[in-house]
């Protein structure tokens, strides 16, 4: 999982379209991107495409809203083609329990319907072990432009968000839950620059980034993907370990490998995507 691309619930028309590019997720929104007016026509659209669907392939999300309207949507949504939700505007442990109970008496197989929560407030980042520990969820989203205009960070300025930034990332590997999906870039058509802070949140220790345009896909999936040299020394360094039988390993420049760089480089492995 490295791309989720945001399609706006009312905007039927994409659907098919986002569903044949090359995100990972797909992620329908009921929240911000749908106009007041428009929401009940929106959950209704979604919940027939969704309807349409048998085995959805990349997987499809859907952002749903917080607060009184959670519940509508997620009756609307819980469908056998919706591996997750993304439950917009997460602030505790309790909120993300009440959801998972709603889906519990409506989706298809018990407990299936992952729960990616959006955290996107100072409250939610705070929360962020808690949430992150919740019954449901894989992994967290972190949502920078409603933090920033919560918190008045500076949304040009890392540095001002760094702290954010790992908060989640530490609060995810501390629940034992899938690394978080990074915030979306929103000028969609500098693919420079989401290229640079792909990396960046990459190397902070995010595994995927959600995204608005189609364009962003490939860059981003890029980027999350490792490259064939990093396979094969993480191929190289496992296979020196296992030969080495408990003994001190050296990897090719013959410098002494810690135990822990082993373990990194088995989960590079085993997140490689197939060949
Ligand atoms: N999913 C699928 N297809 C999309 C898409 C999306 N999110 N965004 C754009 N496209 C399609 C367009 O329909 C167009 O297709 P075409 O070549 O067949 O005509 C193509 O990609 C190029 O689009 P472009 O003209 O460059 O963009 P736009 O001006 O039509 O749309 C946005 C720009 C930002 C309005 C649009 O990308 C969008 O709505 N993104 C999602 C926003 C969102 O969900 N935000 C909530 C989370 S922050
Ligand atoms: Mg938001």
Redesign the pocket.
Known sequence: MRSA????GN?P??FD??LS?PADVVLL?L???VPPGEKDSARAEVSAWLRTLTAARPSVWV?VNSGAAAERDLRAVALPAVAAICLAKTESAEQVRAVGTILGAHEDVPDRIRICPLLESAAAVLAAAAIAAAPRVSRLQLGE?DLCADTDIDPGDRDGLLAVRTQVVLASAAAGIDPPLGP?E?D?RDLDALRESTKALARMGFRGR?C????QVPIINEVFTPTAAELVRARDLVDRFDAANGGIVFDSGGRMVDLAVIRRARRLLADAPAE
């Open positions: 691309l945001y399609v706006p905007r028309d994409l379209k986002a590019g929104d929240e911000d991107s952002r432009a979306a929103t969609f959600s608005i345009h189609p364009a």
